[in-house]
Each structure stands twice: as C-alpha cells, then as structure tokens.
C-alpha cells in the first residue's frame, strides 16, 4: 500500500529573511599611535620618560653599591668578620633594591594613569562622535585585538581622532 505524498509530514518553512539588511560598519584605531599624535599625548609620555629616566638613573646607582660591596665580599677571606657584616650589608641593600624598584614602578604607573585617564577619555568621546558621523557600529582597537589577520587602512581611525583632539582646547 502507497502512502499519498500528502500524507507525509513537511517540515515548518525557514522564516523569509528580513526585506533589507544594514551592512555591519566596522573600524579600527590604534590607542597607542593616537596617544602618541596628539600633542597633550607627546607631552605626557615626555614627562613618563623623564621620571623614568631619573628612577633608572637612581637605582642603577644603587645597583652599582651593591655590586661593589658584594665584589668587596668576594675578595674578603672565609670566615673574616668583616664578611658576615658585608653579607648582611648586601641583603638588606638588596631588599631596598627590590623596594625601590616596586615604589619606581608605582610612582610611574600612578603618574601614568594621571597623565593618560583625561586624554583616553576624550579619545573614547571623540571615536563615539566619528562613530556616529560614519554611521559605524563597532570600532575595535586595533593594539589590543592580537588576532586580527588584515584590517582595511581605510577603516583606521586613528589619524581622524588624532586631529580631532589636536583641533580640540585641552580642559583645563
């Protein structure tokens, strides 16, 4: 006996697709070579290198004591006096060394944060403003996102924001 195709279930129909679809606009900008083209952004990173210069400066000097008092150490025979001194001399330089270098890298941090917290704020802003004018709907930093295989040039960002905020009076 022959079943009617009639009689066979269909399965439920695809919903039709939307009648127009919006194109996905997408762009990308690079944080850091933004930082670096605007003016308040060359200023800041001057005074970050100028700190850190000096923190280098102080503990390669402190680095340089502690070298010379492990040479004298080394030249001192076992078991002298003046060598279990020497030896506590070097780890308490040491642990000042370490603290130096963690206080250095706080004080550069912090000053970091003052510095950049006001200029990425405006770069947030004016990337949303630009978004908006191109009618973008995503926009990826491009410094962060690691496993981009290609990226348009003409998609970046970075040289209309950079003017952008050069164009702009910094806040006071």
Known sequence: MALAVSQ???????PAPPATTTALEVAWIDIGRTI??????????????????VKTKELTAQAATLRELQAKHDALPPGADA???????AARLRVELQRRQQDAEGELAALENELLRPLLTRIGEAVEALSRERGLRIVISAGDATY???????????????ARINAAKPPK
Do not use: C, H
Not at 8 to 14: D, I, K
Not at 36 to 53: F, V
């Open 8 to 14: 066979v279930p269909q399965p439920p129909a695809a």
């Open 36 to 53: 670096e083209a605007t003016e308040e952004g060359k200023a800041s990173l001057a005074k970050l290198q100028a700190l850190q210069q």
């Open 83 to 89: 060598r279990s001194a020497m030896e506590r001399e």
């Open 148 to 162: 981009l295989s290609w990226v348009n040039p003409d998609a970046d960002l970075t040289a209309a924001v950079s």
